[in-house]
């Protein structure tokens, strides 16, 4: 339990949602970043406080580890996540070559 | 032996459809020596009498689930099996002269028809009650398939469309039946079932409910009101097709599962009622519906129908302790309707015509045909020296026996139906005789008559002449219904040519005349008129429903905004949320002490961090100019790597300030391209004022939803967390003392290989975007003028 962590998650959550309902392309893009960022929190927090505890770098017996699982899981997201962004950015760059437009309105308005 | 018998036809099927590459026409001889084999082998079984009245085979399927290949052999399943082999040998026979070499893909069709072989083996073989759903529902796809063998014709599909539509759907009522059944009694064996009986003490409702389930299931298969019209539909299919599976086999299925049923469900108060309604009422319907259409198929299909509902309702009307001329009415009526079937499919063959009012005078052309439709006619009608009139008899002396015990208005309206039905069903017959093989010869007829070869007849008149044979004949039926008899469903009675002066003899004979009567009055008036009425055509109505549905499933897409990502997303988070946030206030319990416990454990260079990250995530929100907001994104992004060493994962930390650094520069250079026009722009466009409050009040739900979902799941956390083995087993499975190192590489090497894989992917795509050459009016119209490439300069000039 780490009620920080939690209310952190809190407002990443709210910030990037509200970010990504916007029009904006690049309002969008930014929401999916912090929303990236957020979810990597949200499963880290599940490995419980880590007060008291050292890295999960086993160098000698007995000593009390956090919990490993969730830090693979996170650092497999990171680069996942990065990959979806670069993606996204040239998706974004692609599509104002295309349309001559960063809004998602006006691209419907002049197809 | 069995398994040999029903896995002929499924194992030998792909090897048709190659074959008939090869062999062209020839592969229906193949062809013929599965259900050949399969017939020989059942012949064998159904006639040792060393074996018990009820047997069954399991092998091993799907043991996890309790599923397993069980087949079931008694009199009703060897009966059937055995009309379905046996008709399946005569006629692959006949199709093989009657598709001789016109029509393309024959492999194909010989490999569906096998197919369909074997899958109605399977069926009424099933022991387990999944298992006959499987086989249930693989009837109904290759008759699907073979519907629209022609599928170069409209009617074809449309046909197929339907039946598949309507089998299909109703064959999902019977999987919830069979479900249901399985559920309250513990048991998905048939022949436990039948041993037991139900348990309608404890569960009557539920079982009540299966049975409605099931009956629906039934009702769809075999063509019963309302579910009716489709099979007349279904007639586009090639002759022997229709032959096979829309009159001797497939529809009959739901006659098989009636029976099958019976033993357990006739105690049932819902029982006759809605057999006797369903049953009786298509009965009718059906055959008044056969005598005003005029295409001979479409005649036959509606006849076939109204045979099937009194088939169905004469299993309602039974009594407890078991039915006396089932046997008898289902025999009867696969030899004559096969027969009937065989004898259009050679007519129309012979003429290229369909319609009975364009034909007429074959039988000098053809007399050993006519001899065959004649009988099989008769036999229809019910007149005497055919099988036909025992069944007549036999059908009366049950409707009137419990007219004399006593009537229930039930059993009234059954008897109603079926008298007047009999009346048409003579009218119809007589005319389907008569118009197409006596009268003067339409010139249409002449014109294109061309002589069918002997082949094609054959099997036509071996039904025929059963028919006739067991007509003069019946002892030789009695031993045969004896030995197949099945306790609690069937109760055979001796059969007899003549019963002496009875009262349903003289009902038959009265029904023969005013039959003759009601041809003649159509005869006189040309037939003008008679057709069948807007309102009864239900397979328009079902059309139509299939049209409006693709219109209102297009109107649901559209009030979602499934096309448009911008509308769309808020109702998907608003599901989310809802789903969510609904799962935590109602399903976890203490919900109030766990979000709030005593011990809060705010750690105060954590909760610094955090504080610092939350206001420079804020200010991305805040902040009005690109720049601004991305340089707020990328602190924020610093300091979550931060967050991390202060969560003891160094490995994370290092991945995200490489990782954040990347992003921020990709994101800069977008940002350096677009003008500042482009910035400006943005926010003359703005939502309505709702909209923004409803977006503003979606994001702090997601929000609040995400912290709530932390707490309540950390503040109970696992008591032997997976993280633990890897830990333990770091050091000596993986030699090394980084456990998030070894899990990434050693344990789970193969979730990084996936995810290098995305990476690849990614970049790939990133590419394609870049390189993707958008063609200037001219280049489109002289084709393109240079190499595509990274057209990116000429596209920002013009």
């Not at chain 2, 009012?357 to 052309?365: D, I, S, V």
């Not at chain 2, 990476?759 to 975007?769: E, N, P, S």
Request: hydrophobic fraction near 50%.
């Amino acid at each position: 339990m780490a009620l920080e962590t939690a209310l952190l998650v809190g407002v990443m959550f709210t910030v990037a949602t509200y970010l990504i309902l916007q029009r904006s392309f690049v309002r969008i893009l930014f929401g999916f970043l912090i929303l990236t960022n957020a979810a990597n929190l949200f499963v880290l927090s599940m490995s419980g406080r880590p007060n008291g505890r050292s890295a999960p770098v086993v160098l000698e017996k007995g000593v009390p580890m956090v919990d490993p699982l969730p830090q693979a899981l996170i650092l497999t997201a990171i680069v996942i996540g990065f990959g979806v962004a670069a993606y996204l950015v040239f998706l974004l760059y692609r599509l104002f070559l295309d349309r001559r437009t960063t809004n998602a309105t006006e691209m419907y308005e002049e197809p | 032996m069995l398994l040999l018998a029903l896995g002929l036809p499924m194992v030998g099927s792909p090897f048709l459809a190659l074959a008939g590459r090869r062999l062209g026409a020839r592969v229906g001889w193949l062809a013929l020596i599965l259900p050949v084999m399969s017939t020989v082998l059942l012949g064998v079984l159904a006639m040792d009498r060393s074996l018990p009245a009820r047997w069954g085979v399991e092998l091993p399927w799907v043991p996890t689930l309790g599923l397993n290949l069980s087949f079931l052999v008694d009199g009703l399943s060897l009966m059937f099996g055995l009309v379905v082999s046996g008709m399946g040998c005569l006629v692959i026979f006949h199709a093989i002269f009657y598709l001789g070499t016109d029509y393309a893909h024959l492999g194909r069709f010989y490999s569906y028809l096998a197919l369909f072989m074997g899958a109605m083996l399977g069926t009424v073989f099933a022991d387990h009650v999944v298992l006959l759903f499987l086989f249930w529902e693989l009837t109904g796809v290759t008759s699907f398939l073979l519907i629209g063998f022609l599928h170069g014709e409209e009617k074809s599909r449309v046909g197929a469309r339907q039946a598949l539509l309507v089998t299909g759907s109703t064959g999902l009522a019977l999987f919830a039946g069979v479900m249901l059944l399985q559920r309250a009694t513990g048991t998905s064996s048939l022949s436990v079932l039948l041993e037991r009986g139900l348990p309608w003490g404890e569960r009557g409702g539920e079982l009540s409910l299966a049975m409605v389930l099931m009956l629906v299931g039934a009702f769809g298969k075999s063509a019963q009101f309302p579910f009716h019209f489709w099979l007349p539909n279904a007639m586009a299919a090639p002759t022997p097709v229709s032959a096979y599976l829309h009159s001797a086999t497939m529809v009959k299925l739901g006659v098989f599962l009636v029976a099958r049923m019976y033993p357990l469900f006739v105690v049932s108060p819902l029982w006759l009622p809605l057999l006797g309604t369903v049953g009786f009422t298509t009965m009718l319907l059906a055959a008044v519906l056969a005598l005003v259409s005029h295409d001979l198929k479409s005649i036959l299909a509606w006849s076939t129908i109204s045979q099937l509902g009194f088939l169905i309702g004469q299993y309602g009307l039974g009594p407890v302790g078991g039915v006396g001329h089932d046997q008898l009415h289902l025999l009867n009526h696969v030899l004559y309707k096969g027969c009937l079937f065989m004898v259009a499919g050679v007519a129309m063959h012979a003429t290229g015509l369909r319609d009975v009012r364009e034909m007429g005078g074959l039988f000098r052309r053809l007399p050993l045909l006519g001899m065959a439709a004649v009988l099989a006619g008769g036999s229809m009608a019910g007149l005497p020296g055919t099988l036909g009139f025992l069944g007549k008899e036999a059908m009366l002396a049950d409707l009137f026996q419990p007219l004399r015990d006593g009537a229930s208005p039930w059993v009234l309206y059954a008897v109603g139906c079926a008298g007047v039905a009999s009346v048409v069903k003579i009218a119809f017959s007589l005319r389907l005789v008569t118009g197409v093989f006596f009268g003067k010869e339409p010139d249409g007829v002449a014109l294109q008559y061309h002589a069918p070869g002997l082949g094609m007849q054959l099997p036509a008149l071996l039904l025929a002449a059963g028919s006739l044979l067991f007509g003069v004949w019946p002892g030789l039926l009695d031993g045969l219904f004896g030995q197949w008899a099945v306790e609690g469903l069937n109760r055979p009675k001796p059969l007899a040519v003549w019963h002496g002066w009875s009262v349903e003899l003289f009902t038959s004979a009265g029904m023969v005349m005013m039959g003759v009567l009601l041809h003649e009055v159509g005869r006189r008036t040309g037939w003008r008129g008679w057709r069948i009425p807007g309102v009864l055509q239900a397979d328009k109505a079902f059309e139509w429903l299939v049209e409006r549905f693709q219109g209102w499933t297009k109107v649901w897409t559209r009030g979602l905004r499934a096309d448009r990502p911008a509308d769309h997303l808020p109702i998907v988070v608003t599901f989310v949320v809802m789903a969510l946030g609904a799962g935590l206030l109602g399903l976890v319990p203490g919900l109030a002490e766990r979000l709030w416990p005593e011990d809060v454990g705010m750690d105060p260079l954590r909760t610094g961090v955090a504080g610092l990250i939350a206001m420079t995530v804020v200010g991305v929100l805040v902040l009005r100019r690109w720049t601004a907001q991305l340089i707020s994104l990328a602190v924020s992004g610093f300091l979550t790597c931060f967050y991390f060493v202060l969560y003891r994962a160094p490995d994370l930390a290092l991945t995200q300030i490489l990782v954040e650094t990347v992003t921020l520069i990709l994101v800069l250079l977008l940002l350096a391209r677009f003008p500042n026009s482009a910035q400006v722009g943005e926010e003359t466009r703005r939502p309505g004022r709702w909209t923004h409050y409803f977006h503003i009040g979606l994001s702090l739900a997601t929000g609040c939803v995400a912290t709530g979902l932390i707490l309540v799941v950390t503040s109970a956390p696992h008591p032997e967390p997976l993280g633990a083995r890897y830990l333990e087993q770091t050091v000596p499975l993986a030699k090394g003392s980084n456990a998030v190192n070894t899990l990434l590489v050693d344990f789970r090497g193969f979730d990084t290989l996936g995810e290098v894989t995305v990476l690849v992917v990614a970049t790939l795509g990133c590419l394609g975007l870049l390189m993707r050459y958008k063609r200037t009016p001219e280049e489109t119209r002289q084709g393109p003028l240079g190499p595509p490439g990274f057209g990116v300069e000429e596209q920002r000039e013009d």
